[in-house]
């Protein structure tokens, strides 16, 4: 019963933080097109699963001095069979589109980002109940593919970022609100309109100059979702949400940096609709994250960069006993992404990258046993300015 939020809107909650609130002020190009393709596939051992999924993401912006509009839309192939049954998923089509625009101004020395987001309903909510039937619905999906949302409603998402400077350090505070609109999840079912509870998301942030070499960017979320609904009466609630982010970038020297980021997440106890009311959860469902990955980026001459990406994420287990229905065991997960940047000139480049992840998932209600998914992905994309 958890809310997918488009991926395209989740990542527009970066322009909270105070790198991304004042971005450039004379853009050389307003003009922004960027068109990125993926590919993924995961096996399982341990359980019978596996799948893949093609997506195609299209982005356009329009960018000035101190405004800018943006639009992105996406297309998904995806087939897999879940390890709860021998019968494949399958879906492909549009997905949900995302538009968004900002205006920057400046109050004395707060520099200042207003802004909306609104999530187009492009994409395929209604889904039939064999497909219903066979979603994967337990958290392990995130770590397997990339979209597992292909439409909702219209959401709507005002957001104000803030940032300002005080010696070597720049604070930003930020806050978005998301009016999530409500669609129908079952084609073949009346009566069952689904309305996802609203989410409201504080944002602050730290982005300290060390040393001539060393920075570090300290980031807080705080994030409290309203009750969904369906078919007019309250059914979920989710936790409250906090997320605490470390990230130190050091220049080794002018071609090579790298960052290395620290991760936690903790979500509060959900409330669910028992046989009258609703009702906080007995134990908690939802298990804390601890993520570390690093990150480099390795110019060699003037048109062609390596990159790299490293890490480990450990969702561990939740409160619940092994054999209650929501007990989930957590999971483990390794990844390493070696990728590449070729600047064709000032207006274009391309990148590539190829993602492999080793995710250990320990046995829960929807597993009957552990298992263990290798996961790759093969990234393309050509981005060009004019």
């Given amino acids: 019963m958890r809310r997918i939020v488009p991926a395209a809107l989740a990542g527009l909650i970066l322009a909270l933080s105070p790198g991304a609130a004042m971005a450039q002020d004379k853009p050389s190009y307003p003009w922004l097109v960027a068109l990125y393709a993926n590919y993924g596939k995961f096996d399982a051992s341990g359980v019978s699963s596996n799948g893949d999924q093609a997506l195609a993401y299209l982005q356009m912006i329009y960018s000035r001095p101190r405004w800018g509009v943006g639009l992105t839309t996406s ?37 200042l ?91 602050a942030s730290g982005l300290a100059s ?3 070499r060393d920075t570090l960017l300290v980031t807080l979320r705080y994030t409290t979702f309203g009750r969904d609904a ?18 130190a970038v050091r220049t080794w020297s002018p071609p090579v940096t790298s960052s290395l980021v620290a991760l936690y997440k903790r979500q509060e106890k959900n409330e669910r609709l028992t046989a009258r009311t609703m009702a906080a959860e007995t134990g ?4 804390n994250t601890v993520e570390v990955f690093t990150e480099t980026a390795w110019r ?12 480990y994420k450990t969702v561990a287990a939740n409160a619940y006993v092994s054999d209650d229905p929501l007990f989930d065991g957590g ?32 046995r829960d209600a929807y597993s009957p046993a552990d298992a263990t998914y290798s996961v790759f992905h093969l990234d393309a994309g050509m981005v060009y300015s004019f």
């Fill in 75 to 111: 297309y998904g192939v995806t087939s897999y069979q879940p390890a709860t049954g021998p019968d494949k998923f399958t879906l492909n089509g549009l997905t949900d589109s995302a538009l968004t625009g900002y205006y920057r101004f400046q109050l004395g020395s707060v520099n």
């Fill in 113 to 203: 980002r207003a802004g909306v987001d609104v999530g187009l309903p492009t994409g395929k909510a209604a889904q039939d109940n064999d497909q219903l039937a066979r979603t994967i619905t337990d958290d392990v999906r995130e770590d397997l593919l990339l979209l597992n949302g292909f439409g909702a409603g219209v959401n709507v998402a005002p957001h104000l970022a803030s940032s300002f400077k005080a010696g070597p350090v720049t604070w930003g505070l930020g806050a978005r609100y998301l009016f999530a609109g409500e669609y129908d999840p079952s084609s073949g079912i009346s009566g069952d309109t689904y309305n996802p509870g609203d989410s409201f998301t504080l944002v």
């Fill in 210 to 212: 060390l040393s001539r």
């Fill in 230 to 247: 369906m078919g007019g009466r309250d059914v979920f609630k989710n936790g409250d949400l906090m997320t605490v982010e470390a990230r």
């Fill in 284 to 287: 908690n469902s939802n298990g």
């Fill in 300 to 311: 060699l001459g003037g048109r062609f960069t390596l990159t790299g990406v490293a890490g």
């Fill in 331 to 362: 999971r483990d997960k390794l990844y390493l992404e070696p990728g590449a940047i070729w600047r064709f000139g000032p207006r274009m480049y391309a990148t590539g990258k190829l993602r492999y992840s080793r995710v250990s998932d320990k």
